[in-house]
């Protein structure tokens, strides 16, 4: 079964930092690129990074470059996102995301997600 | 970026009966290899989205043949021919054509 493990959430203060971690099972991961989704009651569904397989290609959103990195670990079949100088509006649901298709952007696999709170 | 913009926001709907959601893209999700790079989720309640469509009309693996897409350019529609109670939920379109790939903001699906 293809499945997708977020873990690392929690509670933390602004300007503080937290590394998300995803462990993924049942499919070859190294052949996937992967993602990250975060979703809010007030902004909905908002994608936040992208790495492809060898990690050379990394794309980020706007609103969190400089200050959020993605990375990813093919032996360990493990996904990261660490997130620096968090702001409020990072509460979020975290969910990793697998790219179904190397071609064309599609999302065939979601993780549970895990939730980060930012508040003092 | 694009912007992704649904219609209704809520639908009400009653078990049997067809069901239509639109979405609309600030610009064109054609690309020059003849796909639309549209996509469409269906968050039900308490579980994470899940794929139902992409590439404008293509069911993603285990996807009931009620659900359809169609649509180019910048107007799509997901169609369900007949609605079940296991449909509830919150529908996104997603363009994938141009980072950062953008979500509508949802439309809700219940029973009447």
């Known amino acids: 079964e293809v499945q997708l493990v977020e873990s690392g959430g929690g509670l933390v203060q602004p300007g503080g930092s937290l590394r998300l971690s995803c462990a993924a099972s049942?499919?070859?991961?190294?052949?996937?690129?992967m993602n990250w989704v975060r979703q809010t009651p007030g902004k909905g569904l908002e994608w936040l990074s992208y790495?492809?397989?060898?990690?050379?290609?990394?794309y980020y959103a706007d609103s969190v470059k400089g200050r959020f990195t993605i990375s990813r670990d093919n032996a360990g079949k493990s996904l990261y996102l660490q997130m620096n100088s968090l702001r409020a509006e990072d509460t979020a649901m975290y969910y990793c995301?697998?790219?179904?298709?190397?071609?064309?952007?599609?999302?065939?696999?979601w993780g549970q997600g895990t939730p980060v709170t930012v508040s003092s | 970026d694009v912007v992704m913009t649904q219609s209704p926001l809520s639908l009400p709907v009653t078990p049997g009966e067809p069901a239509s959601i639109s979405c609309r893209s600030s610009?064109?999700?054609?690309?020059?290899?003849?796909?639309?790079?549209l996509d469409w989720y269906l968050q039900k309640p308490g579980q994470s989205p899940q794929l139902l469509i992409y590439?404008?009309?293509i069911r993603a693996s285990g996807v009931p043949d009620r659900f359809s897409g169609s649509g180019s350019g910048t107007d799509f529609t997901l169609k369900i021919s007949r609605v079940e109670a296991d449909d509830v939920g919150v529908y996104y379109c997603?363009?994938?054509?141009?980072?950062?790939?953008?979500f509508g903001q949802g439309t809700k699906v219940d029973i009447k």
């Open positions: 995301v697998r790219d179904g298709n190397p071609a064309f952007v599609y999302f065939d696999c």
């Open positions: 997603m363009q994938g054509l141009v980072t950062p790939w953008t």
């Open positions: 610009q064109t999700l054609l690309h020059s290899d003849g796909n639309n790079y």
């Open positions: 790495i492809n397989t060898n990690s050379r290609s990394i």
């Open positions: 590439l404008g009309s």
């Open positions: 049942g499919f070859t991961f190294a052949t996937y690129s």
